[in-house]
């Protein structure tokens, strides 16, 4: 691990003052309040003392609480801030919670002050696998997963699997919990498949 401080020149700031932390093949761990824990390991990355700003390179797995619930993901890039809270991706990523498992092209981990967190991904497929042993299977456009809530809404071109029956929809709210549909908009429903 190496511990750079340096000056850059800028138009706007005659002097910007970096201390960033560059390290390779590293662990990195960060505890927050109530035990909370941010677990990532990744071949190359970097962290600015200063702003907060992380990112990590190839080879990038993650393990956090969410909820109370441990997230695990896989990616080949993860940048973020540590003040507040986001964590994203521009890679394709594999991401674990609860029995549910999505696979995306980006990934997006909104958190807004007074609102509950939100997690985007985009071109994305999802499996759940739920106590019963049934699967349930879905993919759109747009993912959106709100973990308080144990709420999935999809967005364009979606479709979801279940059984014996496939529903296409421009839009389907899914709840976890209740391991149910609660709406869908302009859906087809196609049984026996």
């Known amino acids: 691990m190496m511990l750079s401080s340096f000056i850059l020149h800028s138009s706007d700031a ?42 990590f390179i190839g080879d990038v797995e993650g393990k956090f609480i969410i909820e109370g619930d441990t997230v695990r993901l896989k990616t080949e890039s993860l940048s973020g801030n540590l003040i507040n809270n ?25 958190q807004v002050p007074q609102k509950e967190l939100k997690i985007l991904f985009k071109n994305a497929n999802f499996s ?30 979606a479709e979801f699997y279940e059984d ?13 919990r209740e391991d149910r549909i609660l709406k869908s908009i302009n859906a087809k429903i196609f049984n026996n498949l």
Do not use: C, W
């Open 128 to 157: 759940k696998i739920n106590s019963r042993s049934s699967i349930k299977k879905g993919k759109a456009n747009k993912i959106e997963l709100f973990p308080s809530k144990d709420l999935i809404f999809m967005e364009g071109n």
């Open 14 to 55: 005659p002097f910007v003052s970096s201390n960033t932390i560059y390290f390779n093949n590293s662990s990195y761990k960060i505890y927050g309040l109530n035990n909370q824990k941010l677990s990532i390991k990744s071949n190359k990355g970097n962290l600015n003392l200063d702003n907060k700003d992380f990112n």
């Open 164 to 176: 014996n029956m496939k529903i296409i929809s421009d839009k389907i709210h899914y709840d976890l």
């Open 86 to 110: 986001s964590i994203s991706s521009e890679e394709k990523v594999l991401f674990e919670v609860k029995g549910l498992e999505i696979i995306s092209r980006s990934m997006e981990i909104i």
